[in-house]
């Protein structure tokens, strides 16, 4: 396996002429950057500062220093599967077999029964495949996070919800089995962001209905007034949650933020028009969504 573009190795620089003595000199004087020790990278690439594409190259620095039949997994083949999940600091392997483990040197090492299906490759790397990927963060992650990973899995077509019902059933009998049973019946690809994911999980905490994501809002006479972000129809309610790209991703070519939001005004104007409430939240309500809760139930009182 080759190092990604850019990255070099202290063998490959040694190579090419360069002593040991000259890479600690370089690194001195900020003219190459330090990946882990042994890969270092140009210190203006932009990867060193997006955590995801930072972490992709840690891996890919790692993996060749690991013993054979050590497979990428948790948090870190989330990363590398594109998932939204909190950046580890060490790289996570799985290595089959039964018991044990260990952390050291920038590397997680889990030992656990790993079958051959639960195995794929990308970009050179083997790591566990999204199901299994989903099935340990579900096990190792607070409850939120790993909803947020399965959302975004189930939305970007990672796999397929029988995929993962398949790899659940896998887990029966298993330590975190409950867990993850629990995450992937939550599971919901309809979910179109972290914010809407992690406003699921604040609504089922706070004993809310369930809403439905991402509902049409019909027009009397057919057709769809707007979609949103989650309805209650039967409570006359839909709830939109504010998040920090939201109006980036309602921009049309040649539309300014500010025709975003008037453009929004008149969409929720349209929508209480229609007889139903409308209930907004932003991130900062998701650390303390109980004041959030309070509006929507007083709401839902009044349809």
């Not at 083997?126 to 607070?142: E, F, G, I, M, N």
């Amino acid at each position: 396996m080759m190092p990604p573009d850019g990255m070099r190795t202290r063998s490959q620089l040694l190579a090419a002429g360069h002593t040991d003595a000259e890479l600690k000199a370089l690194r001195r004087a900020g003219a190459v950057a330090l990946v882990r020790r042994g890969a270092y990278v140009d210190p203006h690439d932009e990867r060193l500062v997006d955590p995801a594409a930072r972490h992709r190259l840690l891996v890919h620095a790692t993996v060749p220093r690991t013993a054979a039949g050590s497979v990428v997994s948790h948090a870190s083949a989330a990363v590398l599967h594109g998932l939204p999940v909190e950046v580890p600091e060490h790289v996570h392997l799985t290595r089959h077999g039964s018991g044990g483990g260990r952390i050291a040197h920038r590397v997680h090492l889990h030992v656990t029964a790993l079958g051959a299906d639960e195995v794929v490759v990308r970009d050179g790397i083997a790591l566990t495949s999204p199901a299994r990927t989903l099935v340990d963060l579900a096990r190792s992650l607070p409850f939120s996070d790993a909803v947020v990973a399965a959302d975004s899995a189930l939305a970007d077509a990672l796999l397929g919800r029988g995929e993962l019902d398949l790899a659940v059933a896998g887990t029966d009998g298993r330590r975190g089995g409950p867990a993850v049973r629990r995450v992937a019946a939550f599971a919901d690809g309809r979910a179109e962001s972290v914010a809407e994911s992690l406003s699921r999980v604040a609504l089922l905490r706070c004993g809310l209905p369930a809403p439905v994501p991402q509902w049409p809002d019909p027009m009397p006479g057919g057709g769809v007034l707007a979609r949103v972000d989650f309805g209650w129809p039967e409570l006359r309610t839909v709830g939109e949650v504010d998040g920090r790209v939201k109006y980036g991703r309602l921009l049309r070519p040649g539309q300014s933020a500010g025709d975003a939001v008037y453009a929004e005004k008149l969409r929720e104007d349209a929508i209480r028009a229609q007889g139903f409430a409308v209930v907004r939240w932003t991130w900062a309500d998701l650390a303390d969504f109980e004041r959030v809760a309070r509006r929507l139930r007083a709401t839902f009182r009044q349809a």
